[in-house]
């Protein structure tokens, strides 16, 4: 039987996860994979985290190097998150020849290529499942059931809190505000939620995907970001009326010529489309290739067991390798051409302005829109005029390019019958 | 570069699609994989098939004996179907120390102990991603995702022919005979379709995957299944009502006491079920693991191209592997006691009856059922009274056990206000 030392590197939620799976399914583990997973190292200051999880104490250290100089620990799974000191612990590792498992998908975005020079001059193995879409095995699928895929899309739900938040607005009628203390209240939403309601958390996992899908590094400063902070209950109920679900996706293209566009923005998708049917805080994506065609894998993006489950198949996999596979990206993310990216994309898009009641409004508007080479799929009216005699029009227009777009609604705000353009939002079909 | 030689045994579909991505995605796999896939030898007698692939034609030979004695092809995927000659030829070339890759699940179902001991003796590995549900990576999934998990079940759509089938009577309301016509004249359905309505490749692919899930041998004969063909508009038309949706599924389960239970047949699931939005040829396969929770995976379970897929990734797979890992099952199917099988399994059932319109009816069919342990959820008449003095009744019941629902009909069959019990579907929650 081959025995492989682990260390943990923190037991917060997902480490705590990962020492409960490795507890319960220890023999069940040894038997059907061969392998006998020893935890010989834990690195955590919260003596009564360790209790609490029955970690003897013996194990229990605060120092890196008792990790870095015991040569049975092959593998070194981290839990720390952010970016220090969890990145200079791990290129130590690496250095030494253990290989990593990790669920740190900021420091994984920012610093993939000197992670992946360390592993390099380590001869170690890099695993990273557990960064996107907790326990759903999105990275093996790009990485060992794609290979004979020119992959052309990824489109994903990668952020259980931002879709926890924009079902239960679609659910209960309820505004953002109060719907975004409730996921706080509950423990769905940090008490500090810019990471995920900005879009930086789904960002870096497209940052990662999205370079997996394409084979080359998509870094993160040419992703669009924009988050649901501005989304209202009352667009999400004019989606309804026409048939549309409002989501945060991160959406990655491959075109012809090979130049890659990557954003994350709330967009409208129909609702009989898959991941329109995707609630709460389960997560999504579905990737095109040129071979298998559509294929979706579903399931819970984020949690203590979910995503401790990525990192038990992480260690096993890797506990598995004799030697180990890194990236063959034609890039490192640094000081990458422009004109590999695409940032004029094209997107249909749902507009809500309020506009004065009067003759000639309409067409003052559309004609804007024509010149400036968007093309209209359907104005309508909504209610009634109001006290002010304004009233709110909703205008879905065909694809278009961003820049047409912009130039497009830079005049129409200059129009005085356009009292405000309310909402701006992306629909993909 | 490492260069790995192949030989494609069969140019059928399957086979086509799969020499056409390794054509077409040959020097991308070389580039982002490190591996030069070289195909040296194509067993096909159809000449004409082999120039309309463009297959060089000093590469074709009908003589397997040219792939065992060329020390040059590590890897042999096969596109026969079916047991023989395929078993025969695949036990040849593992003995020859060549990995196999296949999409043959009847003879993986049926012979998988033999290869696998082949594949010891050659120290040679077996992949077989492509065998279940095309190119979604449903196997690569079981093996190298949920190592950490204890699986408590696995449900699936794993039949294309049979989702199209039932996904078009719901949406047309036409019978089955006519829209099985309507499959077959499209190429949805084989001219002799038993293979699929009557729920056999249901049945082999289950035993795959349930074995991988319970890392045992789930046999065939242990397999309930019952196909599609006594399905009809009528009950898919009521199952509508009760806001349920009917499907050909593949169900294992794993029990408490390690008892494994596995069946193939037509079950109502409601409508908000995501295996329910799976329409047409697609497939899905719904996985609950103790650590990750609910996963789902969703994609199209045959093609040229779909399969094709999971064979080249099979084969850049098993070209990457050192040694190969095969299956740690604690069975080799044969010979296992019925222990360790649960054959009376639970469910709710919906039962459509024709009955006498006269006073006392109810209570007499109620009264069986409820002797018979069967507790009931609903009982409603559907439509008017027949000239004949008849009507239509469907009951719903709770959870109850095969064998108690088996005792109750055979006395309601026997009650003289009872004309026909027309439809027993399963209902799965």
Same mark, same amino acid.
Request: charged share 25%; aromatic share 6%.
């Given at each position: 039987?081959?025995?492989?030392?682990?260390?943990?590197?923190? !037991?917060?939620?997902?480490?705590?996860?990962?020492?409960?799976? !490795?507890?319960?399914?220890?023999?069940?583990?040894?038997?059907?994979?061969?392998?006998?997973? @020893?935890?010989?190292?834990?690195?955590?200051?919260?003596?009564?985290?360790?209790?609490?999880?029955?970690?003897?104490?013996?194990?229990?250290?605060?120092?890196?190097?008792?990790?870095?100089?015991?040569?049975?620990?092959?593998?070194?799974?981290?839990?720390?998150?952010?970016?220090?000191?969890?990145?200079?612990?791990?290129?130590?590792?690496?250095?030494?020849?253990?290989?990593?498992?990790?669920?740190?998908?900021?420091?994984?975005a920012?610093?993939w290529h000197?992670?992946? @020079?360390?592993?390099?001059?380590?001869?170690?193995?890099?695993?990273?499942?557990?960064?996107?879409?907790?326990?759903?095995?999105?990275?093996?699928?790009?990485?060992?059931?794609?290979?004979?895929?020119?992959?052309?899309?990824?489109?994903?739900?990668?952020?259980?809190?931002?879709?926890?938040?924009?079902?239960?607005?679609?659910?209960?009628?309820?505004?953002?505000?109060?719907?975004?203390?409730?996921?706080?209240?509950?423990?769905?939403?940090?008490?500090?939620?810019?990471?995920?309601?900005?879009?930086?958390?789904?960002?870096?996992?497209?940052s990662i995907?999205s370079s997996?899908?394409f084979r080359k590094k998509v870094p993160?400063?040419?992703?669009?970001?924009?988050?649901?902070?501005?989304?209202?209950?009352?667009?999400?109920?004019?989606?309804?009326?026409?048939?549309?679900?409002?989501?945060?996706?991160?959406?990655?293209?491959?075109? @012809?010529?090979?130049?890659?566009?990557?954003?994350?923005?709330?967009?409208?998708?129909?609702?009989?489309?898959? !991941?329109?049917?995707?609630?709460?805080?389960?997560?999504?994506?579905?990737?095109?290739?040129?071979?298998?065609?559509?294929?979706?894998?579903?399931?819970?993006?984020?949690?203590?067991?979910?995503?401790?489950?990525?990192?038990?198949?992480?260690?096993?996999?890797?506990?598995?390798?004799?030697?180990?596979?890194?990236s063959?990206f034609k890039n490192n993310g640094l000081?990458i051409?422009?004109? @590999?990216?695409?940032?004029?994309?094209?997107?249909?898009?749902?507009?809500?302005?309020?506009?004065?009641?009067?003759?000639?409004?309409?067409?003052?508007?559309?004609?804007?829109?024509?010149?400036?080479?968007?093309?209209?799929?359907?104005?309508?009216?909504?209610?009634?005029?109001?006290?002010?005699?304004?009233?709110?029009?909703?205008?879905?227009?065909?694809?278009?390019?961003?820049?047409?777009?912009?130039?497009?609604?830079?005049?129409?705000?200059?129009?005085?019958?356009? !009292?405000?353009?309310?909402?701006?939002?992306?629909?993909?079909?």
């Amino acid at each position: 039987m081959k025995k492989v030392g682990i260390a943990l590197l923190g !037991l917060g939620t997902v480490g705590g996860g990962t020492y409960r799976i !490795l507890e319960k399914n220890h023999e069940m583990i040894k038997k059907s994979e061969g392998i006998d997973l @020893e935890v010989r190292c834990v690195l955590e200051k919260n003596l009564d985290r360790c209790r609490e999880l029955g970690v003897d104490e013996s194990i229990v250290s605060t120092d890196i190097d008792r990790v870095v100089n015991d040569p049975e620990i092959k593998i070194v799974a981290e839990f720390f998150g952010g970016i220090e000191p969890a990145r200079s612990f791990l290129i130590k590792c690496l250095l030494a020849g253990k290989s990593i498992v990790t669920a740190n998908k900021e420091m994984f975005a920012k610093h993939w290529h000197e992670l992946e @020079e360390a592993a390099r001059k380590g001869k170690a193995g890099l695993y990273f499942e557990a960064s996107c879409v907790g326990g759903v095995p999105i990275i093996r699928t790009l990485t060992e059931s794609m290979q004979g895929n020119n992959i052309q899309s990824i489109k994903g739900i990668i952020n259980g809190t931002t879709n926890y938040i924009l079902s239960k607005m679609s659910d209960t009628g309820a505004d953002y505000a109060e719907t975004l203390k409730e996921a706080q209240d509950l423990g769905y939403a940090e008490f500090n939620p810019s990471a995920d309601v900005d879009g930086f958390d789904a960002t870096y996992k497209l940052s990662i995907l999205s370079s997996l899908a394409f084979r080359k590094k998509v870094p993160l400063d040419i992703i669009y970001r924009e988050g649901i902070s501005k989304v209202t209950a009352e667009d999400i109920n004019y989606g309804k009326e026409f048939g549309l679900t409002l989501k945060l996706l991160g959406i990655a293209k491959q075109h @012809e010529d090979g130049r890659i566009e990557a954003r994350v923005h709330p967009v409208f998708i129909p609702n009989d489309e898959p !991941l329109a049917t995707v609630k709460g805080s389960f997560n999504a994506v579905h990737i095109v290739g040129d071979a298998v065609g559509d294929i979706m894998l579903y399931g819970r993006g984020a949690g203590d067991l979910p995503t401790g489950s990525a990192i038990v198949s992480d260690i096993v996999y890797a506990a598995g390798q004799k030697s180990h596979k890194l990236s063959c990206f034609k890039n490192n993310g640094l000081h990458i051409p422009n004109r @590999e990216f695409v940032r004029d994309f094209e997107s249909e898009y749902y507009i809500r302005m309020t506009v004065k009641e009067e003759a000639g409004v309409l067409s003052d508007v559309t004609g804007v829109f024509g010149r400036s080479n968007v093309s209209l799929r359907s104005v309508i009216q909504k209610g009634d005029v109001d006290n002010n005699g304004n009233v709110t029009v909703i205008f879905e227009t065909h694809v278009t390019t961003e820049s047409s777009m912009e130039k497009a609604l830079k005049k129409i705000a200059k129009l005085d019958c356009v !009292l405000e353009v309310n909402s701006i939002i992306r629909i993909e079909k």
